[in-house]
């Protein structure tokens, strides 16, 4: 039997461990007299000798007493508090939970947009700083990398070297003058060339301009009879790249003059001072240079100086220098301003200035749409111009199916009431299908005083004109009679009738009615129409005083501003197949100079404008 310590069970009663004694009498508990009572011990020694010890149930009243205890121990400890007092192993206590903690202020969406903006802000200017310092960096890399590729060059330039013309002294050479024996061109040398170690600079004056005013490019800076590369490109609104280069060589003074000197070959040759604007050609087949947007932009021409012969231009060919030069299609003031009253549509451009302005209405061809780059030089010297469409443009018809006289006679009446145009007449240039109507408004509107017709027709064809009751009927196509080239595109000039046959006289447009004067603008190489035989039977029923007749031999059908390159051949809106419109390049950029100069005159003579403006 083990002996009971009654210290150790008081003591675990109080820290609330419930204890049970197994095979121990109940009189081994604690009586009245307590522990240490002299009664209890012999009873408990009897009890248990005499057999075994039965379980005595304790009275009610002790055992609320032994509750009452555990209760007591259990709420000493306080709330919270774990039992063995190790309080660094609660698990619900924090760190710094001593700490007064603030509740966080709430933010207004006012504040946290703006916050959010300086973050914003912050981070951008951020990286404009990585940007800056990563472009410093490449500037720095490149500037060192030209200074040491400089340096080789001079110290190269500076070496006193001696030509081995007989290779029989390598033979009586030591090997210590055989180790410094280099293997390099000595042509240079043996032709006793100068080298000069100036820049190469190319120039264009001025750098801005008109696209039908003239500049100066002048290359500097080169070695006396240097031949050199002079190239031209730019891109245009569609992202088609247009090209020119030329090969010079240079003069005594190592400089290359556009105005002066004659190239030797590319893709012209003489003297041409604008031949790299003038000789542009696309990169892809079928691609004609329009300026659309005249207002927003203008055509930035990249300018390029290479040694030597250079027929393909790659990143690996590094120009001896490079420069810019814009070519703008309005002045500086020229306000565009929409056309969309009644049935007119189009766009007038105006000069600057109160005004009042003569007026010119401005038409293209088959095409359609709306064209505004001839519009926005005439306005530039001084013109007010309507550039009027007349179908395939917004709400006007997809196609063409007839001439409708009183919509030009509206357009007419528009322009002449606008506050800043000045009456009673005006003037009408045209192109192709617009020449042929430019010529039947003159005939039939008396407003019309000045007419320019540029490789037209004057006679109906395809469309019949209706006017206030009126109708002249059209000569029709004969499409079986048109060629394929042996690039596949399409030559019309075979489609038209013989306007000289009786059955055709009544399509003629009634020329001898015209009150105004005409100029007559004739491409000889004109591949679409046979504008020379035309502009002869028009003449022949005008008075001498007129009329009068520029006829260009070599000259295509497009003659355009000099600011536009020869298109020979392009796509035209609703044909299957591109379309030939004829001319050489030499001829046809002299006669676009000459008839853009003759027209601009006519024009002034007939209408009195205001001084031109001037970039």
Request: with cysteine; charged share 25%.
């Amino acid at each position: 039997m083990r002996a009971v310590r009654w210290d150790v069970i008081s003591r675990r009663r109080e820290e609330g461990a419930a204890w049970r004694m197994e095979g121990c009498d109940t009189a081994a508990a604690p009586g009245p007299e307590g522990p240490s009572g002299e009664s209890s011990a012999p009873d408990l020694a009897q009890t248990s000798a005499s057999g075994p010890v039965s379980e005595v149930p304790q009275a009610p009243a002790r055992r609320k007493a032994v509750k009452k205890r555990k209760e007591a121990a259990v709420a000493a400890i306080p709330r919270g508090r774990p039992k063995s007092g190790r309080v660094w192993k609660d698990p619900g206590r924090k760190r710094f939970s001593l700490m007064v903690q603030d509740k966080p202020l709430r933010t207004s969406w006012e504040r946290k947009l703006k916050e959010r903006q300086e973050k914003k802000l912050v981070r951008d200017l951020v990286q404009q700083l990585q940007e800056a310092k990563q472009k410093e960096r490449e500037e720095k890399k490149r500037r060192r990398e030209e200074n040491l590729r400089r340096r080789l060059e001079n110290e190269r330039k500076a070496e006193i070297v001696q030509v081995i013309r007989n290779p029989m002294k390598l033979k009586r050479a030591k090997k210590k003058q055989l180790r410094r024996v280099e293997k390099r061109d000595t042509l240079g040398m043996l032709q006793k060339a100068p080298v000069r170690c100036t820049m190469v600079e190319v120039t264009v004056t001025p750098s801005s301009s008109l696209a039908d005013q003239m500049v100066q490019v002048v290359v500097s800076g080169l070695a006396p009879s240097q031949l050199v590369t002079l190239r031209a490109w730019l891109m245009d609104e569609h992202g088609e790249r247009f090209q020119a280069r030329a090969f010079y060589r240079s003069d005594e003074e190592g400089t290359v003059d556009a105005g002066r000197h004659a190239a030797l070959g590319g893709n012209y040759t003489g003297v041409w001072p604008m031949g790299l604007f003038w000789f542009l050609q696309p990169d892809s087949l079928f691609k004609r240079l329009v300026k659309r947007d005249v207002m927003g932009s203008p055509f930035l021409f990249h300018l390029e100086v290479f040694d030597g012969i250079c027929l393909l231009s790659g990143q690996q060919d590094n120009p001896l220098a490079t420069c810019t030069a814009e070519r703008w299609y309005v002045g500086p003031g020229v306000q565009r301003v929409p056309i969309r009253e009644g049935r007119v549509r189009g766009a007038l451009l105006l000069p600057p200035g109160p005004g009042p302005f003569p007026a010119v209405i401005d038409l293209f061809g088959g095409a359609g749409g709306l064209i505004e780059f001839r519009a926005g030089l005439l306005a530039s010297r001084g013109f007010a111009v309507l550039a009027l469409a007349f179908f395939a443009y917004e709400d006007l018809p997809k196609g063409l199916t007839q001439l409708d006289l009183d919509y030009f006679e509206e357009a007419v009446e528009l322009l002449l009431r606008h506050p800043k145009v000045r009456g009673p007449g005006l003037g009408v240039i045209g192109v192709s299908k617009g020449a042929e109507v430019a010529l039947a408004m003159a005939a039939f509107l008396p407003q019309v005083v000045a007419t320019v017709w540029i490789n037209g027709t004057t006679f109906l064809y395809g469309n019949p004109l209706h006017y206030k009751g009126l109708r002249i009927p059209s000569i029709p196509y004969q499409t079986e009679r048109m060629l394929f080239t042996e690039l596949g595109a399409m030559d019309n000039s075979a489609i038209f009738a013989d306007p000289r046959s009786p059955a055709y006289s009544s399509s003629a447009i009634p020329v001898e009615k015209i009150q105004g004067k005409v100029l007559f603008v004739v491409g000889e190489a004109d591949r679409s129409f046979n504008s020379k035989l035309f502009a002869q039977l028009a003449t022949e029923r005008l008075p001498q005083d007129a009329y009068r007749l520029l006829s260009y031999p070599g000259a295509g059908h497009l003659i355009e501003p000099p600011g536009s390159p020869l298109c020979s051949i392009s796509s035209l809106r609703g044909s299957p197949r591109p379309v030939v419109w004829g001319g050489e390049p030499v001829p046809h950029a002299r006669a676009q100079q000459h008839s853009w100069q003759e027209i601009v005159q006519f024009l002034e003579l007939h209408l009195n404008p205001v001084p031109a403006i001037k970039l």
